[in-house]
């Protein structure tokens, strides 16, 4: 996949988490975008086999130990870094850092 084809907004999303993050260990940054019928290996796909719908959540997963974190893409098009911000801080603290 392109990186074109994710929005520009989980692009920056992905930039800027993977630069807050690059000198930590254990620190892992997925892309999320809504499931479709194909299936790819390196992209998780937000699908719940059970609840028999598909998803449509689109943003950047950040998984740092035991938690997961969602940053959502609406985030950067209403100009929400502040919500940005204040996750990655709840995530330093959580790493101690």
């Known amino acids: 996949m392109r990186p074109s084809a994710m929005g520009v907004d989980i692009e920056f999303l992905r930039s800027h988490l993977e630069d807050e993050f690059s000198s930590t260990e254990g620190v892992r940054i997925q892309i999320v975008l809504p499931t479709s019928t194909s299936r790819s290996i390196d992209l998780h796909q937000d699908y719940d086999a ?3 719908d598909l998803h449509l959540r689109r943003g950047v997963r950040v998984i740092v130990k035991s938690r997961d974190y969602f940053f959502p893409a609406y985030w950067i098009a209403q100009k929400r870094m502040d919500l940005v911000y204040a996750q990655v801080a709840e ?4 790493l101690g850092k």
Do not use: H
Request: glycine share 0%; aromatic share 14%.
């Open 91 to 94: 995530m330093r603290a959580f």
């Open 50 to 52: 059970d609840s028999n």
